[in-house]
């Protein structure tokens, strides 16, 4: 009989395990734009169109090979706008009676399609280079989970950067080359802005009127929605920016939105791209002599280590992970994160490219928007809607693990084994933002100190019992310490100053 194959927003993979599955003559193939999807956080307008739009094109490639592909556009009368609803409609109108899906990267969808009156099987997603399985028993009977062992692991399966059982070089992490500040003068490449056709038009319009108010710009919308776009962007990092991606990870720049990265992790996380196939291509830029090793080391240690380590980690926690508080933070999310709205030059450079393009790079994410928001206490829950609302690439299996746990130590330690709360100072070096900022960075408490500084102070104090065995950060409580009794004092009034501004909604 006749069987569904649902593809979802973020599985626009030809290979993908239900269409590898699936029956070309017999099978229908169903795809929804449903609201429920669109609105159960407040996605970036950049967001939605671009998966929209990448469904779209994808659902008329699989047409053009001859699939059936029964598609609801978000505007059909008949949408009933809920992924369940939509198969069981779809059922009855092809007489299906079973469906067949490639398991989601959500728990809540997980739990959802587990949940609909019809047979549906779930087969495991395999375009990743670990399987769930494969993780759980790497990280059965350890511990504590390490990304860098697990990432060796990877290495050796994949046999990228091998130079037989050794890794190439010597050495199996050249991060310690990878954390120069960048210079304003550097001439930077900028990412290829992709043409639009009548299908991202539509689209564009389409979300123009149907969510009105949802956050962030949808114009100039600059992404690809295609695969042979992602294929242009790829190749355009591969040969203009990989070769310095590794020197300028860390660094931050005022009006440089893209430094070195590759702008790849939207395309990647809909399945435009895949992630053993970019590590390949980076490979053979080192081997061709065209990208140094702790650039191409740098970069695949991101795609095979963290990706799939925070990949593995939110399967492996379980439903309950995003909703973890391990240090009791309850305070409200500024409106600032939403609208700009501060007077922190950093924070500020990583909304406004937020609001603007969709996009912040993992230095932004972590020690400037994740960084406040550890030092000032904000609830996790509320911090961890708004990274999942605001980036293109945003999708709970990666976003969760860096939010809870990455950032804000809500998980307790799974991610890390430390917070990575850091003063003003860490941003100084590594960007040019403090000298434009109206706040100090070179002042430690009182009118106009950055705000960085006495936050930081009153996180390790409000955390000590928990942190102050920590190895890692014995020193810091030394140097607290240590500290005349009148600085401690005065940097204590400022944080509370500040945090009750926060409380009030009062401009920081
Ligand atoms: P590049 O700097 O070019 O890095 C190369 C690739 O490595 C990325 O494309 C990405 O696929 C991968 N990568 C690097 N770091 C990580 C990481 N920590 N976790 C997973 N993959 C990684 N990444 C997402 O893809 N989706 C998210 O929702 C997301 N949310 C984040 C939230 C927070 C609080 C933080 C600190 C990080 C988050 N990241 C997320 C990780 C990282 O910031 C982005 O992957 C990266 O900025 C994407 O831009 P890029 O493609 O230019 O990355
Ligand atoms: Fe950010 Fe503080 Fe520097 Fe201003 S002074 S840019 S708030 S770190």
Redesign the pocket.
Known sequence: SKRLILVLGDQLTPTLSALREADKDRDIIVMAEVRDEGTYVRHHAKKIALILAAMRHFASDLRAEGWQVAYTTLDDPENTHAISKELLRRADEFGAEEVIATAPGEWRLRSLLDHTPIKVTQLPDDRFVASEDEFATWAKDRKSLRMEYFYREMRRKTGLLMDGDQPEGGKWNYDHDNRKPAQSDLFMPEPLHHQHDEIVTDVLDLVEREFPDTFGELRPFWFAATRAGAEAARDW?MAE?LPK?GDY?DAMLRGEK?L???????Y??IGLLD?ID?CQRAEAEYRAGRAPLNAVEG?IR??IG??E???GIYFLEGPDYPKRNALNANRDLPWFYWSGETDMACMKAAIDQTISDA????I???MV??NFALIAGLDPQQ?HEW??AV?A????W??S???VG??LFADGGVVGSKPYAASGAYINRMSDYCKSCTYSVSKKSGEGCCPFNPLYWDFLNRNRERFEGNPRMAQMYRTWDRMAEDKREASSDSAAAILAKLEAGERV
């Not at 070195?260 to 939207?266: D, R, V």
């Not at 690439?393 to 709970?396: G, L, V």
């Open positions: 990092f920016a991606f990870q893209f070195y990265h590759s702008i790849l992790s939207p990647l996380n992630p970019l970069y991101q795609i963290w990706r380590f925070i990949r996009y912040a790079h993992h932004q994410r972590l928007t994740g911090v990274y999942l980036y690439d945003a999708f709970e990666v976003e693990p860096n939010t990455m950032i």
